[in-house]
């Protein structure tokens, strides 16, 4: 399989030199427009990148396997490297910490850091401040003094304001800060207060919830969510990871009839993974399928992204998820990209929710600065979060989601 990305004018400049290059059985796997950088990026003329696909008969899925472990190795490798080159001392100290507070402080302490920056004053615009009270009290002689602001006090607000800064909803935001403040001591120590909003915010997100084998027989796992969103590069990511580190039987399914392209991509993944691929178009044929794949681990269905006003193809994609629910284990992930606006999000969850309960899984982490859209949405929804992925290399660019580092990143501290 070669797999390469042409740039040009037009998508189809692009098409047409990838043609020119490697031969008219090309596949389009992806376009996207490309950024231009710099100051005048907006006078430079817009470019669209083709990334296309084309096999050869000579090559091997051991081949494919072995350059996907190849990267993971790679990738293990340096993390030992990394371990062995620190300290034997610093190793030794970071054994010793084994209090769940201290974990929190060592995961934490770059943001405590920033926070109790933040909140020394220089001296000159501390000594205004005290002139400016100065003369507040002689204004209000005689009233009820109000209590004045504690540093504790300045440390919430300013955890409040860097959960806004990330895009945490408003309301969400005030109800962790109105709880932790219900607990809290007056004049507790930073890390104590910061150690409680950590820990209720991991708790708001729950345990990740990957895909699990399922009881007996095969699970069937959908994947539905809008158009854009990269449904088809992650069912390829999470595929791989089953086919080629846990050895599973996999098929490919999808649903997507209104565009040739994804399927195109998918039967490409497909035929890289050496597992089945299959298009399927009624109710009829999920049911033969899952009576053919009966012996196989999972099938995982790609699904079309759908218009919120299209009643018709709602019901239709309806139809194919509960087609079997007496029959076969199954899952529905909604797949979301977490470049999205809040409110954009919230139509999209409320249109797919009269489908069937969901997992959440975002993508496009690699696009945005600001996670606080996963956190919205699961408190919005109620529903767990599976995976999110970074970037478009299948299969390396989709982990588990991890609780512990979205937190750290909502609260300022980097990953």
Same mark, same amino acid.
């Given at each position: 399989?070669?797999?390469?990305?042409?740039?040009?004018?037009?998508?189809? =400049?692009?098409?047409?030199?990838?043609?020119?290059?490697?031969? =008219?059985? *090309?596949?389009?796997?992806?376009?996207?427009?490309?950024?231009?950088?710099?100051?005048?990026?907006?006078?430079?003329?817009?470019?669209? /990148? *083709?990334?296309?696909?084309?096999?050869?008969?000579?090559?091997?899925?051991?081949?494919?396997?072995?350059?996907?472990?190849?990267?993971?190795?790679?990738?293990?490798?340096?993390?030992?490297?990394?371990?062995?080159?620190?300290?034997?001392?610093?190793?030794?100290?970071?054994?010793?910490?084994?209090?769940?507070?201290?974990?929190?402080?060592?995961?934490?302490?770059?943001?405590?850091?920033?926070?109790?920056?933040?909140?020394?004053?220089?001296?000159?615009?501390?000594?205004?401040?005290?002139?400016?009270?100065?003369?507040?009290?002689?204004?209000? +002689?005689?009233?009820?003094?109000?209590?004045?602001?504690?540093?504790?006090?300045?440390?919430?607000?300013?955890?409040?304001?860097?959960?806004?800064?990330?895009?945490?909803?408003?309301?969400? &935001?005030?109800?962790?800060?109105?709880?932790? /403040?219900?607990?809290?001591?007056?004049?507790?120590?930073?890390?104590?207060?910061?150690?409680?909003?950590?820990?209720?915010?991991?708790?708001?997100?729950?345990?990740?919830?990957?895909?699990?084998?399922?009881?007996?027989?095969?699970?069937? %796992?959908?994947?539905?969510?809008?158009?854009?969103?990269?449904?088809?590069?992650?069912?390829?990511?999470?595929?791989? +990871?089953?086919?080629?580190?846990?050895?599973?039987?996999?098929?490919?399914?999808?649903?997507?009839?209104?565009?040739?392209?994804?399927?195109?991509?998918? #039967?490409?993944?497909?035929?890289?993974? /050496?597992?089945?691929?299959?298009?399927?178009?009624?109710?009829?044929?999920?049911?033969?399928?899952? /009576? @053919?794949? #009966?012996?196989?681990?999972?099938?995982?269905?790609?699904?079309?992204?759908?218009?919120?006003?299209?009643?018709?193809?709602?019901?239709?994609?309806?139809?194919?998820?509960? &087609?079997?629910? @007496?029959?076969?284990?199954?899952?529905?992930?909604?797949?979301?990209?977490?470049?999205?606006?809040?409110?954009?999000?919230?139509?999209?969850?409320?249109?797919?929710?009269?489908?069937?309960?969901?997992?959440?899984?975002?993508?496009?982490?690699?696009?945005?600065?600001?996670?606080?859209?996963?956190?919205?949405?699961?408190?919005?929804?109620? &529903?767990?979060?599976?995976?999110?992925?970074?970037?478009?290399?299948?299969?390396?660019?989709?982990?588990?989601?991890?609780?512990?580092?979205? %937190?750290? #990143?909502?609260?300022?501290?980097?990953?």
């Amino acid at each position: 399989m070669i797999i390469k990305k042409f740039t040009a004018k037009t998508e189809k =400049e692009a098409i047409d030199s990838a043609r020119a290059e490697l031969g =008219e059985g *090309v596949v389009v796997m992806n376009v996207k427009p490309v950024k231009h950088k710099g100051f005048f990026a907006f006078l430079k003329t817009p470019m669209v /990148e *083709v990334t296309v696909a084309l096999e050869e008969e000579s090559e091997k899925y051991t081949a494919a396997v072995s350059a996907i472990n190849n990267v993971i190795a790679n990738s293990q490798m340096k993390e030992e490297e990394q371990e062995k080159s620190t300290p034997v001392t610093e190793k030794a100290e970071k054994r010793e910490k084994k209090d769940s507070n201290s974990a929190i402080e060592e995961k934490l302490d770059s943001l405590q850091s920033l926070l109790e920056q933040q909140l020394q004053k220089p001296e000159e615009e501390k000594d205004k401040d005290d002139e400016d009270k100065d003369k507040d009290r002689e204004k209000e +002689k005689g009233k009820e003094e109000t209590p004045e602001e504690t540093e504790t006090d300045k440390f919430m607000r300013l955890l409040h304001n860097t959960m806004l800064d990330n895009e945490v909803d408003e309301k969400y &935001a005030q109800e962790i800060i109105d709880e932790i /403040e219900l607990v809290n001591k007056p004049n507790i120590p930073f890390d104590y207060a910061l150690a409680n909003i950590y820990q209720k915010m991991i708790l708001k997100f729950g345990k990740p919830a990957g895909i699990e084998p399922a009881e007996s027989g095969t699970k069937l %796992v959908f994947f539905i969510g809008p158009t854009g969103v990269g449904k088809t590069t992650t069912i390829a990511k999470i595929a791989s +990871k089953f086919r080629v580190d846990e050895k599973k039987k996999v098929a490919l399914l999808t649903a997507d009839t209104y565009r040739i392209a994804a399927a195109e991509q998918l #039967r490409t993944y497909a035929n890289i993974l /050496e597992v089945p691929f299959r298009v399927i178009y009624t109710v009829e044929e999920i049911t033969k399928a899952l /009576e @053919d794949f #009966r012996d196989y681990d999972y099938i995982m269905i790609d699904t079309a992204g759908h218009s919120h006003q299209n009643t018709t193809q709602k019901d239709n994609m309806r139809n194919i998820i509960h &087609a079997v629910d @007496d029959r076969v284990e199954r899952e529905v992930h909604l797949v979301l990209s977490a470049t999205t606006k809040y409110r954009d999000l919230i139509s999209i969850a409320d249109s797919y929710k009269d489908m069937a309960d969901y997992k959440l899984i975002f993508t496009k982490l690699d696009e945005t600065t600001t996670l606080g859209n996963l956190l919205n949405l699961r408190l919005y929804t109620g &529903a767990s979060l599976s995976y999110v992925t970074c970037g478009q290399n299948v299969p390396d660019d989709i982990e588990d989601f991890n609780p512990q580092k979205t %937190v750290k #990143r909502l609260l300022g501290g980097k990953n």
